[in-house]
C-alpha cells in the first residue's frame, strides 16, 4: 500500500511540473500583431469599389403585376394556374358558383384552408357575367 501512495505522489508531481511548463512556453510565445486597417488586400483580391452617395443597401426588383383571376368568372384552364388548384379544385370552384367573397372558396365550394390560403391574394370576386345572347335568338318585340 505504501508503494502505491508513493506512486501516486510521484504522478501528480509530474503531471503538477508538464502543467507549469506549459504554461510558461505559452506566456513566451507572442500574440501576432493585427494588420492596421488601411492595410491593402491580399494579393489576388480586388478591393471594393466605393458606394455612390444616395445608394439604396439593398434594391428590390419591382414585382410583375399579379393577374387577378374572378372566381365568378374565370375558365377552368384560368382557375388552374392559381397555386394549389388542380383540375378537381377548379371544378369545384365553378360547380358552387357564384360567390359574394373569397372565403366562400372554403365554406361553400369546400376547398381546404390550405388552398384559400394560396389563393387568396391572387383572385377577386365579381358579379356573374351576363351570358351574352345567342346570333340565332329572334329580337324581342
Known sequence: MRHLGTALAVALTLFT???TAANEAAK????PVAAPATAPPPTGVAPLPPVP???AARKTVPEKPVKMVD???????????????????AAKIIANRPYVSKV???????LPEGVYVAVKHKVIVN???????????????
Do not use: C, F, I
Not at 513566451?28 to 500574440?31: L, R, S, Y
Open 53 to 55: 452617395p444616395g445608394y
Open 104 to 110: 366562400d372558396l372554403v365554406t361553400k365550394a369546400g
Open 28 to 31: 513566451q510565445q507572442t500574440a
Open 127 to 141: 358579379d356573374m357575367k351576363k351570358k351574352p345572347a345567342t346570333q340565332n335568338a329572334a329580337p324581342q318585340k
Open 71 to 89: 372566381l365568378n368568372n374565370a375558365s377552368k384552364a384560368e382557375l388552374m394556374t392559381l397555386p394549389s388548384v388542380g383540375e378537381a379544385e
Open 17 to 19: 511540473n508538464a502543467a
